[in-house]
């Protein structure tokens, strides 16, 4: 309980740190971050230490200079049988502030295995979007996989990634996809048809996690900004069964 009301205690001290000259954030970003089993330790680490590099890095600094006011947030997702972690929302403003966001990602611990649930993942960064105190001119989920949606019974109801998709495009958020190929063959297809939603929205494609640190500061840069070219493809903003 103590957890609990210190978390919400951290969370309206960030609200209110937003200009009060502006009702709305200019980018609410969420990272869902897989952590199903085809993640090992070691990869999960390395995703970890790649985010919280990528908001030490001068040019996404940059980006999120240029981007405004920015609401950062993530959510470690796995098997939807079990409760995805979420953490607070983050106030980034002209650049200033990534630094507490960057230490909460490196202190997660991880308690998310199982099947790649990536509907349950992409609907709990949706569930952080839709806080009522939160205003954002343009939402966005940045998630990362590296496998297709598991299809299996389920022991309770789980939110579908069609389910997810929905509820995002009804929603106007955009959510961009990092595949992390490996030897999985066409994966970058699959998340551009199936996952991938909004006019804007696209797919980067890497081949193993030792490109992930590169990547994933190229996606936030594309993401923050979104007049710079990275090496993607554009997907179909329609969910498709």
Excluded at 133 to 154: F, Q, Y
């Amino acid at each position: 309980m103590r957890k609990t009301l210190l978390s919400m205690a951290s969370a309206s001290f960030l609200f209110a740190a937003m200009p009060q000259s502006s009702a709305c954030v200019d980018i609410a970003l969420v990272l869902a971050v897989d952590g199903s089993g085809s993640v090992n330790e070691v990869e999960y680490a390395f995703q970890k230490f790649a985010i919280a590099s990528a908001f030490r890095d001068r040019d996404v600094l940059a980006a999120l200079t240029s981007a405004g006011v920015v609401a950062i947030s993530a959510v470690f997702w796995g098997d939807g049988e079990f409760a995805v972690q979420k953490l607070d929302w983050f106030i980034i403003n002209g650049g200033e502030g990534g630094e507490p966001f960057a230490r909460e990602i490196e202190g997660n611990q991880r308690m998310v295995f199982g099947n790649t649930d990536i509907g349950s993942g992409i609907w709990s960064a949706l569930d952080l979007l839709s806080d009522p105190r939160l205003c954002a001119t343009k939402s966005v989920v940045n998630v990362s996989g590296d496998g297709e949606e598991t299809i299996a019974p389920k022991r309770r109801k789980v939110a579908s990634l069609y389910q997810a998709r929905l509820r995002a495009e009804t929603m106007g958020v955009t959510v961009n996809a990092l595949v992390i190929a490996d030897d999985k063959g066409d994966l970058a297809s699959y998340y551009s048809n199936r996952v991938i939603v909004g006019a804007s929205a696209f797919v980067m494609d890497i081949r193993n996690y030792a490109d992930y640190s590169t990547a994933i500061k190229m996606k936030l840069i594309r993401e923050l900004s979104p007049r710079i070219v990275a090496t993607l493809s554009s997907g179909k903003s329609r969910p498709t069964e």
